[in-house]
């Protein structure tokens, strides 16, 4: 039995196929179209999931959406008719799409997929909840869902059993944690729905004391929050709930300026800012926590919903709470959400046993050898084949080991938002200026900003304060710890300035080519941690095709591109690729 | 021969941009009439008999949690898409 699960129309836009309850493809769509979070409906991630199994959409027994349509309308409607006549902008502004696409779900999967059978709409929050519980390790489990908004619920917290899913309690728009931090983003001049994990780590350069931060005393007036974690925004700070921006005049005021803009110096006030946000989201979580727990008295937390991929928090969750253990999906966000629809039909309304756990984020597309040495012959781009796999691991080490920054493309592509060593750029963290020399040659991304680490799972309590046993988060780079003090100068590259990173675990189980190069870097430089930065620009997806990846090499300072076992460099190929399709194609 | 047919396709471009543009005008002026008329009116009368769409002005409870509940359902409710 095939069921696709699809998301689309807010953010993430998203498609995921289930063969028999076990995830067999999954994409975001922004990879395929090349648009940063596109929203629009996921017809390339869906011919790949279809093509992925070679089947068509007449194979498929079920469709899933990730949220009720119509609910979500009545609270856009709900906000209009409260706002009146303060909404009349957003109002033109939604309108159209919600006329055009929104409201035409069905329509458009027929059409467009020339599909005539079930179309199931799963609650939006149940599809963050099912997204990840259904495929955990846990048979049992506390489920807490964060975001910004779903139709009307921004929180919920319950318990899932086997393959039965109980949301007991909710948090209604407009009180919402997700968009409370997505103000104070758009308030610090980055961009809501993409820019919050910047923020956090802009968090780590502020006063993260809460007794002399005054903008964490400032901030606890924007929401009243009680002991069980239960909350109410302030209105009277955000304007989210009828105009394009979020932050009021009383917010500018309450944090002594106005909105920062984008291109503005980030002065110590917008970092204590960023740090009094950071204490706040953890005090209320950490509430919540205890209340989740104390009503379900399980030891597993699941947790989903965009606010899970708050990686500074996760890392502190075991230690704060009485929770024992922890899962996240490896895309906890919207994204995530095709998985936990499909997942939801699958087990729980169709009532079949939960058969699959995720275990590596590999979902996405792969590219034979011979696909890879076509593209490359077709395209006349100079390369070397290196014969075995052993070779290839011991001269990408050692290009690492020599500062060279390299383009990593191997198998299939990572669900997620987090390069996860299948479209990975790799560099060598001992070097102090590698970060410099990262942000000069490919990434170009705010100073402040941290790149993240890469170790074995069996190496990673040597150089990091990690939870002990890791929790699987790890893997998929969703939790921030400490790096022990006496490695921190050592691997400065990858240490944020509160000395701590986030890293990603690896198991050979999971990639074992990716594990043995880190263990083959180890060896030269002595530390088995690698650089693991996302193959993309700043400000576009990360790679998905090889002519996508060579691309953004010949367009960067990448120095070497390692892709299946061909290794192309970048000094031996025409340069105008980049802004040419003359040369390459995809 | 080529110089028409450029010509035809410059002129069917020209075209969707002009009906665009034209789609545009008409969408705001219909919307601003829903808005004013529909949402204007609706808003007013809810005002008068104090309903409220959102709880912008709750007052303090000793939780906010809300009774939710959200389990499995019979199959037909999921094809409902509210």
């Known amino acids: ?586 | 021969m080529r110089r028409i047919k450029h010509f035809f396709k410059e002129f069917r471009e020209g075209l969707k941009d002009f009906g665009e543009n034209i789609s545009i005008i008409v969408n705001t002026i219909l919307l601003s009439l829903i808005y004013l008329i529909g949402v204007g009116l609706t808003s007013m009368i809810a005002k008068i008999v104090k309903k409220k769409f959102l709880h912008i002005k709750e007052p303090k409870k000793e939780s906010y949690w809300t009774d939710l509940n959200l389990k499995k359902n019979k199959r037909e409710e999921y094809y409902k898409q509210f």
């Open chain 1, 1 to 586: 039995m095939y069921i696709l699960g699809i998301g689309c129309y807010y953010h993430d836009s998203s498609a995921a196929l289930l063969k028999d309850g076990e995830i067999v493809a999954a994409a975001q769509e922004e990879r395929f179209s090349r648009k940063k979070h596109d929203t629009s409906f996921p017809i390339n991630a869906i011919i790949y999931c279809l093509k992925s199994q070679n089947i068509t959409i007449k194979d498929i027994d079920h469709i899933g959406f990730y949220e009720k349509p119509f609910l979500k309308f009545e609270r856009i409607l709900s906000q209009h008719l409260q706002m009146f006549p303060l909404s009349f902008k957003t109002f033109l502004n939604s309108m159209p799409s919600w006329i055009n696409e929104k409201l035409r779900i069905i329509r458009t999967i027929r059409k467009e997929l020339k599909y005539k059978k079930d179309i199931l709409f799963i609650e939006h929050h149940l599809s963050h909840a099912a997204g990840s519980f259904l495929i955990s390790p846990f048979e049992k489990a506390a489920i807490l869902t964060i975001d910004g908004v779903g139709e009307w619920t921004t929180t919920t917290c319950g318990i899932g059993n086997e393959n039965d899913i109980n949301l007991m309690k909710e948090i209604k728009f407009p009180n919402s944690i997700g968009l409370i931090y997505s103000t104070i983003t758009s308030y610090l001049g980055f961009s809501v729905n993409n820019s919050e994990y910047k923020v956090m780590g802009l968090s780590s350069y502020g006063d993260m004391n809460k007794s002399t931060n005054k903008y964490y005393k400032k901030l606890k007036k924007i929401i009243d929050l009680k002991e069980d974690g239960s909350y109410k925004n302030n209105m009277n700070y955000f304007i989210y709930h009828y105009a394009d921006k979020m932050p009021s005049r009383e917010l500018c005021k309450l944090l002594d300026g106005p909105i920062r803009k984008p291109d503005e110096e980030i002065t110590k006030r917008h970092k204590d800012i960023a740090a009094a946000l950071q204490l706040l989201t953890e005090d209320i979580i950490t509430k919540i926590l205890n209340y989740v727990h104390k009503i379900t008295k399980c030891d597993n937390l699941i947790l989903s919903g965009g606010v899970a991929l708050n990686s500074v928090y996760n890392g502190r969750i075991l230690r704060n709470t009485r929770f024992k253990r922890i899962w996240i999906q490896p895309d906890p966000g919207d994204g995530g959400t095709s998985i936990g629809t499909a997942s939801y039909i699958y087990h729980s309304i169709l009532g079949n046993k939960r058969n699959f756990i995720l275990k590596d984020a590999y979902l996405g597309p792969g590219y034979s050898t011979e696909e890879v040495r076509n593209f490359l012959d077709k395209n006349k781009i100079k390369y070397t084949e290196i014969k075995s796999e052993k070779e290839l691991l011991e001269k990408t080490a050692r290009l690492i080991y020599k500062d060279n920054v390299v383009g990593w493309f191997q198998g299939r592509m990572e669900w997620g938002p987090r390069a996860l060593g299948a479209r990975s750029i790799l560099s060598n963290p001992c070097n102090k200026k590698m970060k410099e020399i990262l942000n000069i040659k490919v990434k170009h991304r705010e100073k402040f900003r941290p790149f993240a680490p890469v170790v074995c799972e069996d190496d990673a309590l040597k150089y990091f304060d990690c939870d002990i046993p890791i929790p699987e988060p790890a893997d998929f780079m969703l939790m921030v710890y400490p790096i022990k003090k006496q490695w921190q100068k050592e691997i400065s590259a990858v240490t944020h300035v509160d000395g701590s990173g986030r890293l990603q675990t690896i198991r050979r189980s999971q990639n074992h080519l990716y594990y043995d190069l880190i263990k083959q870097f180890g060896k030269l430089s002595r530390i088995p941690i690698l650089i693991n930065t996302s193959f993309n620009i700043r400000g576009e997806p990360i790679v998905c095709t090889p002519y996508d990846a060579y691309k953004c090499m010949m367009g960067t300072g990448i120095d070497y591109l390692v892709i299946d076992k061909f290794l192309i460099r970048r000094d031996d190929n025409p340069k105008d690729k980049w802004n040419s399709e003359k040369y390459a194609n995809d």
